[in-house]
């Protein structure tokens, strides 16, 4: 017999909370309009092509004595929004570096159309992501800048910093993969047989969207129902409800991957993970994590289930780095980035990790 | 969602009124009064919810009002009166309501699959033995290919809802073996809600141990590479009747990127001094903001 037993006066109960907790909802769904995103201050300060660099405006109550001098730059991924960093001011990675004193810049990749299908992951790494580097440099007035890099953004930094060694004074990488072929990757294991160059032959740039349904399909059930129900939950809390749109729009709001660049990604990263086996090449270069040899923090979620723990922690012994440092954030891909205990957490670890390094501490 | 569906006579249902808690003697009175609840519901969404100008809201209200009929119609099957079928000794296998709809989803999808089959494998074995010669032979020959690449969509397809489908019985299951370890525990489930919970999370169980397996990546890769050919296949057909009204075709949009690629390329080799002896004389192209002045280099 079953372990269910229902009272029907409570059935009826049931029923009716619900049918009201929906009718509220969809009530101020109606009236919320527009929610806002990023609304930290910032300037572009330089712009090719797609790409827009920003230099977020310092927090003018922080001392001089606190701030960080070397300028730190963003890399984020190409796969969504790189406003995640800064979603809404009490959700703000970027707010809780500039209230610890560190001058932030972040690269916008923009939204890749079919002019940029056969741009390569170099055109990314030392075109765009060097030329960025370069602009901070001159902006900023500093031989060598500090250097973020998120996720797929964080792969993209590392093959950076081996390449481009004087330019970059430390490197911080958050959810960062280096090994794409470990047991706990289900997206890698997914991709094992799927003709890549075939299909980016075919539809050019990947569809975002279609990257959308492939992270949906690693939790179906929680992804298109249950987060919506448990939504229902908290209606009467309109922040709440306000916050759940913010990270819809992000999660939705997702790219094009410049065809040719995706191809090489999946195929030289995912598929042979070359990064690790260090047998990559960049533009005719030799790209060797041994050759990473600058100060490292390599922050990551112990519950990330798009990139496991086993793909960012054997970055320490790949790297060449005599100063590496990681430290694993009890939480998941997103919640690194926007939950309580990030905001409480993650700024000012960045931050003190940064001051210690800080020419002017030495 | 789906599984609390199409459940006219569901065992799961019996199962609950068999065992009647004292005071739900009612279960005619509780399923009108969640109909009710439907009905207003639906009175209001049809007024409310309307177009906020929030994609992201307006899809999250349409996602409620989706989730929240089923969700009704979950709690109001619960409450309907046990069928005449019973089992004499009662002893019906509880879930047997998921069981049920599987079936019907699965019937459903077969007739579908077996129009669309049919339609395909027919056009399939027509093209297949449609002579290619002649001044037509190229066309014959794309449409034959175009043909084999649908049929053989279609038939991945079929073979990936079935996998599907048994994530969706294996659920059930395991949503049974849970609820009975609850009442073991002496912890029943007491809410719809909590055996939805408790249904999602068995779901996700059955569907990793699914999704980690060689075969599943196996057959997602194989439908994801037969869409690729039958998407390659298309796009052969339509930039043949493109190139009839001299319109422009995806491969000379191709070419002409390839080509400014190339020149960019060149422009950027010609223009690239090295960065050491310019530094401090020119500034990097900006387009926009930053008139800051800059400081001396550290």
Redesign the interface.
């Known amino acids: ?12 109960r ?3 909370a ?2 009201q907790r ?2 509220r ?3 101020l ?7 806002e995103i990023g609304t930290t201050l910032k ?6 092509d797609k790409v ?1 660099l920003y230099r977020y405006r310092p927090f003018p109550e922080v001392a001089t004595r606190s701030r960080v ?1 070397v300028p730190l730059l963003i890399c984020y991924a190409m796969v969504n929004r790189p406003y995640m960093m800064d979603l809404q001011p009490d959700r703000s990675l970027i707010r809780g570096l500039l209230a610890q004193g560190v001058d932030v810049y972040l690269i916008d990749w923009g939204y890749p159309d ?2 940029d ?3 390569t992951f170099d055109d990314y790494v030392s075109g765009y992501l060097a ?1 960025c580097v ?2 901070v440099r ?6 060598r800048v500090n250097l973020l890099g998120v996720c797929q953004g964080g792969t993209m930094s590392l093959c950076y910093a081996a390449l481009h060694r004087d330019t970059l004074l430390n490197l911080v990488t958050m959810v960062t993969p280096v090994d794409f072929r470990t047991p706990q990757n ?1 997206l890698t ?7 890549i160059d ?2 980016v ?4 740039n990947v569809s975002g969207e279609m990257l959308n349904a492939l992270f949906i ?6 992804l298109t ?2 987060k ?2 448990d ?2 939950d908290r209606i009467d809390d309109r922040q709440a409800l306000e916050n ?3 990270m ?2 992000w999660i ?1 709001d997702s790219p094009d991957q410049p065809g040719e660049m995706f191809r090489q990604f999946m195929t030289w990263f995912v598929k042979e993970n070359r990064l690790c086996r260090n047998t990559l090449e960049l533009g005719g270069r030799p790209v060797r994590l041994r050759d990473v040899k600058l100060p490292l923090l390599n922050i990551y979620a112990s519950q990330d289930h798009l990139v496991p723990p086993s793909a960012s922690t054997p970055m320490g012994s790949l790297v060449g780095s005599r100063d590496y440092e990681s430290y694993a954030f009890p939480g998941g891909h997103i919640g690194i980035y926007v939950s309580g205990a990030a905001q409480r957490e993650i700024p000012g670890r960045i931050a003190a990790w940064l001051k210690q390094r800080d ?1 002017r501490k030495r | 969602m789906p599984i609390w569906r199409c459940n006219k006579r569901s065992a799961l249902k019996e199962t609950l009124m068999s065992e009647p808690e004292s005071g739900s003697t009612h279960p005619e009175w509780t399923a009108g009064w969640i109909e009710k609840q439907r009905e207003l519901l639906r009175q209001h969404a049809s007024r409310a919810g309307a177009a906020s100008g929030n994609p992201a809201a307006d899809a999250v209200g349409t996602r409620w009002r989706e989730l929240g009929d089923a969700w009704l119609e979950g709690l109001s099957s619960l409450s309907r009166p046990a069928s005449a079928d019973s089992s004499p000794d009662g002893a019906i296998p509880p879930f047997k309501v998921g069981e049920e709809m599987l079936q019907a989803w699965q019937s459903a999808w077969t007739v579908f699959e077996s129009g669309q089959q049919g339609i395909t494998d027919t056009l399939a074995k027509f093209a297949s033995q449609m002579p290619p010669l002649g001044p037509a032979r190229e066309h014959a020959l794309a449409w034959r290919e175009l043909a084999t690449a649908q049929a053989e969509c279609r038939r991945l397809e079929a073979e990936l809802r079935a996998v599907l489908l048994k994530v969706q019985h294996d659920a059930l299951d395991a949503l049974e073996t849970r609820t009975r370890e609850r009442e073991a525990a002496n912890q029943p489930v007491g809410s719809f809600r909590e055996l939805y919970d408790l249904w999602v999370e068995s779901a996700e169980q059955v569907y990793s141990g699914v999704a980690q397996s060689e075969a599943f990546a196996e057959l997602q890769a194989r439908l994801g590479n037969a869409t690729v050919r039958l998407r390659g296949h298309q796009q052969k057909v339509i930039e043949y009747i493109l190139r009839q009204f001299d319109l422009p075709t995806r491969s000379e949009l191709n070419s002409v990127h390839l080509q400014l690629r190339a020149l960019k390329q060149q422009l950027d080799a010609l223009s690239a001094v090295p960065r050491s002896t310019t530094r401090r004389k020119s500034a990097p192209v900006r387009k926009s903001g930053g008139t800051r002045k800059r400081s001396a280099r550290r």
Do not use: C
């Open positions: 017999m079953s372990g269910v037993k229902f009272d029907q006066a409570q059935l009826a049931e029923a009716e619900f049918a929906l009718t909802g969809l009530g769904i109606e009236q919320i309009g527009n929610v300037d572009a300060i330089y712009a090719e827009v001098r079919g002019a299908r056969f741009r030329r370069n602009a001159d902006y900023a007035g500093h031989r289900v294991r997914w991709t094992e047989h799927v003709d075939a299909m032959a075919t539809s050019g399909g690693l939790q179906p059930f929680r129902g249950q919506y129900i939504l229902l759940f749109l913010r819809e729009k939705f020419p």
